[in-house]
Each structure stands twice: as C-alpha cells, then as structure tokens.
C-alpha cells in the first residue's frame, strides 16, 4: 500500500492516474448520482488531496488558524475576485428586463432589418442582451417575443430561435460578467479587457456562422409551430413605458467601455490623474457599479419604479447566484487541489511530450469536461484549475492568455445534449422533441464550439 501511495504521489504516469480517478469519481457523482456540482467538487477535492499526500493542517488548517488552509484559500481566491462582478452583473440584468429594454432593442432591430431580416435581429438581440443577462434568464425574457415573431413570419420557431440562442451561448462562454470567463480570467491572472477584446474576436464570428448561417439553414428544414396556449404577456407588458434605444445601448454599452478604457490608459496613459482615473473606473467592480446605478436612474426611477421596488428586484435576482458562486468556488478549490499535489506540472508535461499546442490541450480537455457533465461553467473552471500551473512562468502574455481562456470557452459549450440543463430548458420553451433539439441546438453548440476555437486559436498565431 505504502508502494503505491508513493507511485501515485511522485510518479508521472502515478499522478495522471490520481487525476482521471478524481475526475472519474467527480463525473460519476455529477452525471450518475445527480450529486450537486458544488458537493461533488468539495468532497472530490478532499479525496484528491489526502490521496495526493497533502496533510490534514495543509488542507483544512487547524482550530487556532485556518485561513491558509488550501480549502479556504481555494474558494477565497477566485471568490474574491468574481463575488461582486457576477453580482453587479446580475442586478443590471434585472433591470435592463424588468424595463422592457429588451423588447424595445428588438422592435428597434426589426424595424431596421424589416421582417425579412427578423431572424438575424434576433440573433443581435441575443447578443447584446447576453452580455449582461445570464443565459437561461434570457431564454426566459425573449421566448415571448420568439413566439410573437415566428406567428407573424408564419415560419417555424427554430428560425427564430437560434439565431437568438447563439447570441446568449456565446456571450455566456465567452464574455464577462459571465462567470465561466470571470473565473477562468482570475485563474490566469487576465485583465478582463483582454477577455473582453478576445472574447469579441472570437465570439462574433461563432455566432454569425452558427446563429445565423446554420440557424438560417436548419430554420428552414425543421418546422415546429408555436404552442397555441403560448401566451406572451410580457410581449405587451412595457407598452407606453419602455425605455429609449439609445438609454439601453448606454445601459449595455456603460461597462464594457469603462473596463477597456481601464485596460488600455493602464497602457498607453501617461502617469498623472487621467491615467489614475482611467484604471480606477475601469476597475470591473467599479465600472459595474457606475452602471447599476445609472440604470437604477435611467431604467428604474424615470420608468417609474420605486425605490422599494428596486430593491425587491435586486434581492430576488440575486437569490440563483449563491449557487453559481459555490460551484465556482469549489471549482477553484478542486483546482487548488491537483495544482497542490503536482497533477498539474505533470498535465503540463505529459501535453509536452505529446506534442499538442497548449491551446488545443485546453480545448481538448473543456470539450471532454463539457461532454461529460454538462455544466459550461464546471467545464471552464475545472479546465482552469487544471492548466493553472502551467500558466504561472510569465511565458505567455496577456492577449495569448485571453486567447487559452477562448479555447477554454468555446471547448465548454460544445455538444449540448441531455446532460446538460439547458438543453432541456430550450426543448421545453420551443417545443421541440429530443431529436428536434439534438438536430438544432446540439449541433448549433458545436458549430459555435469549433468556430470559436478556430478564431482562437488563428489569432494565437500572430499575437505576442
């Protein structure tokens, strides 16, 4: 016993064989025993580490100080890092749908397009719209306005729908303030700007290619009609009250500006109190802040809700986070785990010897993490927490650092299937069979998946 212990503790091939028990075990709890992401993770985590040698005051601390404890110091990390993004995020999105910023976007789009073009609005819709509204939120808020247009088009709801869906996917994998991006961003110590700048280069592409080419193409082939008991309320709902276009672009817009004007004056700026401003505004936390509360004034006070009634909108968005936040945490804390007991130095060197670029590695295993449980988020910050040390030498700069989180991106969202909660929230919200869903938004993920990859990994070419 002592024997293998130490084979499994010092050798190559010992650790790699520590590593794909673990994560066996972790899918195996995930996927078969419908253990909770975040418990099967922890408790994972644990076994990894007392098998890989870490010692008990190492890993849990003692009862006089625990905070350098490799469980505290695993979620406090990347929590500190992403808590008051994700949150912030979420409160915008709130009110960006509460106001009917969304419908007034697409009537916008539909209005520039005509009726024609109605599929691709709503894939620009999707997209704009994604980037602060988390992915099944948007599914909820723009199913209305799918139903609305597919009964005007008289066309099947598919052509509608995936246009839109490949904006929300894409936003989700590839852009703050999503957590997937978020965490694997703090992983590898990335400005957010760079995230931002990459996730855009990458993440258009993808989706004109499989939102609208393919979603073109597939829309045209697979007739699904609206349910006749469809109601859409919400579709009627801001009428006489919404928002103007321009306040919503600025809503949108607001932080993503600020947070490349922090990355860039951090750059370029001369030292002195313009460049100070730059960075202290585009500071994530700082620029979402500043965008909240113009859009508590622009899309809540002068629309207007009360202050009690923003505040029971913040508190009841917030009320899903807490579970995103523990599986992210205890993603990073798995993580912590396999960098602790050198299962990560010994991926870095089994991906050497095999010769595969780092950024085809890192898609690699996000597709098999993606594959086998479902989650993107799971997949992203497992992927991470994997290659984080290989990531630690300084040997990559900030743009190819963004570029390995695309890869990682777009590696989670490939081959949605029936494992995965979304793909049974789109079944559900746009009639569609298993099969239906499995020829429509299975393979839309995985031309998403592969596109995006590929833009990641052209431009990793040229970027130094």
């Given at each position: 016993?002592?024997?293998?212990?130490?084979?499994?503790?010092?050798?190559?091939?010992?650790?790699?064989?520590?590593?794909?028990?673990?994560?066996a075990?972790?899918?195996?709890?995930?996927?078969?025993?419908?253990?909770?992401?975040?418990?099967?993770?922890?408790?994972?985590?644990?076994?990894?580490?007392?098998?890989?040698?870490?010692?008990?005051?190492?890993?849990v601390?003692?009862?006089i100080?625990?905070?350098?404890?490799?469980?505290?110091?695993?979620?406090?990390?990347?929590?500190?890092?992403?808590?008051?993004?994700?949150?912030?995020?979420?409160?915008?999105?709130?009110?960006?749908?509460?106001?009917?910023?969304?419908?007034?976007?697409?009537?916008?789009?539909v209005?520039?397009?005509?009726?024609?073009?109605?599929?691709?609005?709503?894939?620009?819709?999707?997209?704009?719209?994604?980037?602060?509204?988390?992915?099944?939120?948007?599914?909820f808020?723009?199913?209305?306005?799918?139903?609305?247009?597919?009964?005007?088009?008289?066309?099947s709801?598919?052509?509608?729908?995936?246009?839109?869906?490949?904006?929300?996917?894409?936003?989700?994998?590839?852009?703050?303030?999503?957590?997937?991006?978020?965490?694997?961003?703090?992983?590898?110590?990335?400005?957010?700007?760079?995230?931002?700048?990459?996730?855009?280069?990458?993440?258009?592409?993808?989706w004109?290619?499989?939102?609208?080419?393919?979603g073109?193409?597939?829309g045209?082939?697979?007739?699904?009609?609206?349910?006749?008991?469809?109601?859409?309320?919400?579709?009627?709902?801001?009428?006489?009250?919404?928002?103007?276009?321009?306040?919503v672009?600025?809503?949108?817009?607001?932080?993503?500006?600020?947070?490349?004007?922090?990355?860039?004056?951090?750059?370029?700026?001369?030292?002195?109190?313009?460049?100070?401003?730059?960075?202290?505004?585009?500071?994530?936390?700082?620029?979402?802040?500043?965008a909240?509360?113009?859009?508590?004034?622009?899309?809540?006070?002068?629309?207007?809700?009360?202050?009690?009634?923003?505040?029971?909108?913040?508190?009841?968005?917030?009320?899903?986070?807490?579970?995103?936040?523990?599986?992210?945490?205890?993603?990073?804390?798995?993580?912590?785990?396999?960098?602790?007991?050198?299962?990560?130095?010994?991926?870095a060197?089994?991906?050497?010897?095999?010769?595969?670029?780092?950024?085809?590695?890192?898609?690699?295993?996000?597709?098999?993490?993606?594959?086998?449980?479902?989650?993107?988020?799971v997949?992203?910050?497992?992927?991470?927490?994997?290659?984080?040390?290989?990531?630690?030498?300084?040997?990559?700069?900030q743009?190819q650092?963004?570029?390995?989180?695309?890869?990682?991106?777009?590696?989670?969202?490939?081959?949605?299937?029936?494992?995965?909660?979304?793909?049974?929230?789109?079944?559900?919200?746009?009639?569609?069979?298993?099969?239906?869903?499995?020829?429509?938004?299975?393979?839309?993920?995985?031309?998403?998946?592969?596109?995006?990859?590929?833009?990641?990994?052209?431009?990793?070419?040229?970027?130094?």
């Amino acid at each position: 016993m002592d024997a293998f212990l130490t084979w499994l503790r010092q050798d190559t091939a010992g650790l790699l064989t520590l590593a794909g028990l673990g994560i066996a075990l972790l899918l195996f709890l995930i996927i078969k025993l419908k253990v909770e992401p975040f418990i099967a993770l922890v408790g994972v985590g644990v076994l990894v580490a007392l098998a890989g040698g870490v010692s008990i005051p190492d890993l849990v601390g003692t009862p006089i100080k625990s905070s350098d404890a490799l469980i505290e110091k695993g979620f406090a990390g990347i929590l500190g890092h992403i808590t008051l993004i994700i949150g912030l995020g979420t409160v915008l999105g709130a009110i960006l749908e509460r106001s009917g910023g969304a419908e007034v976007l697409l009537g916008k789009l539909v209005g520039i397009f005509g009726e024609k073009g109605t599929p691709l609005a709503m894939g620009i819709t999707g997209f704009v719209l994604g980037i602060p509204v988390f992915f099944d939120i948007g599914i909820f808020v723009l199913a209305p306005l799918i139903y609305v247009a597919a009964v005007r088009g008289g066309k099947s709801l598919v052509l509608y729908a995936l246009p839109l869906l490949a904006g929300l996917s894409i936003t989700h994998a590839f852009l703050p303030p999503h957590p997937g991006p978020v965490a694997a961003a703090g992983l590898f110590h990335v400005e957010l700007g760079w995230i931002i700048i990459m996730g855009l280069a990458c993440g258009i592409p993808a989706w004109f290619v499989g939102g609208i080419l393919f979603g073109t193409w597939i829309g045209k082939r697979i007739i699904v009609p609206v349910p006749e008991d469809r109601i859409v309320p919400e579709a009627e709902e801001a009428k006489g009250h919404e928002p103007s276009i321009g306040v919503v672009l600025l809503v949108i817009g607001l932080p993503m500006l600020l947070i490349l004007g922090g990355t860039f004056g951090n750059i370029f700026a001369p030292e002195g109190a313009l460049r100070d401003t730059l960075i202290f505004f585009g500071n994530p936390g700082i620029a979402l802040t500043v965008a909240v509360l113009v859009a508590m004034w622009l899309l809540g006070f002068r629309q207007g809700m009360t202050a009690e009634e923003l505040g029971e909108l913040s508190g009841s968005s917030l009320k899903p986070v807490g579970m995103i936040l523990l599986v992210v945490g205890a993603g990073a804390f798995f993580g912590a785990v396999l960098a602790a007991t050198g299962v990560g130095k010994a991926v870095a060197g089994t991906l050497s010897a095999a010769g595969l670029p780092l950024i085809v590695s890192a898609y690699v295993i996000a597709c098999g993490m993606r594959i086998a449980q479902g989650s993107a988020t799971v997949a992203i910050v497992t992927t991470g927490g994997i290659l984080a040390p290989v990531l630690t030498s300084g040997e990559y700069s900030q743009p190819q650092l963004a570029l390995i989180v695309m890869a990682i991106s777009a590696g989670s969202i490939i081959a949605s299937h029936v494992n995965d909660g979304g793909f049974w929230i789109i079944a559900k919200y746009f009639n569609m069979t298993v099969k239906q869903t499995l020829q429509t938004w299975t393979v839309l993920e995985t031309v998403l998946s592969v596109v995006g990859f590929a833009m990641a990994s052209i431009l990793f070419l040229f970027v130094r």
